[in-house]
C-alpha cells in the first residue's frame, strides 16, 4: 500500500495522471488486490482511496473502471503483481498516432523497460479492452492503449513504476530526436550486451 501511495505521488508530480484520470494497483500477500477508488484524485490519494478484491470478483461499484483491465492482467500474468494505467502526454500522444517508441534509442529503456506494445482501440473500462490486451502480448512491460494512454506492469510497484517514468521519457526524448532529424538506434552488439546485464544498472 505505501509503495502504490509513493507511485500516486511521483506520477501525480510528472503530470501523468489529470484530474482523476488513471488507476492504480498491486497484489497483496493474500492474492486479493488493492485498486484505487473510482473518481478519486490521486494528487490527494490515502489508504481509504483504495479497495481490496478478489480476482473471482467481476466488478466492484466502488473500484476503478478499469478494474477489468487491471483483473485479466493478474489472472493471466503470475509475473505481474502490479499494473499503473495512466494518462501521460508523450505516452498518450505516440499511442494517439498508433506508434511506438523506440526502446533502442535508450540504453536505460533497452535494459529496464520491456517491450511495448500497441493495444488496438477499445471502449475504456470494457471486458474487449482487458482482453485486447492480453492479445496484444501476454510478456510486455508497457502496454500503449490506442486513443487512450499507457499501462505498466512489473513484478513489484517499484518496477512498473520505473517502467512508466523511463517509457514516458523515451517517448519524451524520441519526439525531441525527431525534431533534430530522428534519433540513431543503438547497434545490435550494444543492445545484447545490455539485455545481458538488465537492471537497473544505467
Ligand atoms: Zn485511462
Keep these: 500500500m505505501l509503495e502504490l501511495l509513493h507511485a500516486a505521488r511521483v506520477l501525480d508530480r510528472a503530470g501523468f495522471l489529470p484530474a482523476s484520470d488513471g488507476n492504480l494497483s498491486a497484489r497483496g500477500d493474500d492474492g486479493r488486490v488493492f485498486i484505487t477508488r473510482s473518481d478519486v484524485e490521486k494528487r490527494a490519494l490515502t489508504e481509504d482511496g483504495f479497495v481490496a478484491l478478489s480476482l473471482d470478483c467481476k466488478s466492484s ?5 478499469e478494474w477489468p483491465m487491471h483483473r485479466a492482467l493478474y489472472r493471466a500474468r503470475p509475473d505481474v503483481n502490479s499494473v499503473l494505467h495512466v494518462h ?73 513504476l520505473h517502467r512508466l517514468e523511463r517509457a514516458e521519457f ?26 545481458r546485464g538488465r537492471g537497473d544498472r544505467c
Design 88 to 160: 501521460s502526454p508523450f505516452l498518450t500522444a505516440f499511442a494517439c498516432a498508433h506508434r511506438i517508441p523506440s526502446v533502442n534509442l535508450l540504453a536505460e529503456s533497452c535494459a529496464s523497460v520491456g517491450p511495448i506494445v500497441l493495444v488496438d482501440y477499445r471502449a475504456p473500462g470494457s471486458e474487449e479492452l482487458a482482453q485486447a490486451l492480453l492479445t496484444a502480448s501476454m510478456t510486455a512491460g508497457v502496454y500503449l492503449l490506442a486513443n487512450h494512454g499507457a499501462v505498466a506492469v512489473g513484478a513489484k510497484v517499484r518496477e512498473a
Design 170 to 195: 523515451l517517448a519524451h526524448v524520441e519526439w525531441l530526436a525527431t525534431a533534430l532529424g530522428g534519433g540513431v538506434p543503438l547497434n545490435a552488439a550494444s543492445i545484447r550486451e545490455l539485455q
Design 61 to 65: 461499484p466502488g473500484a476503478s473502471s
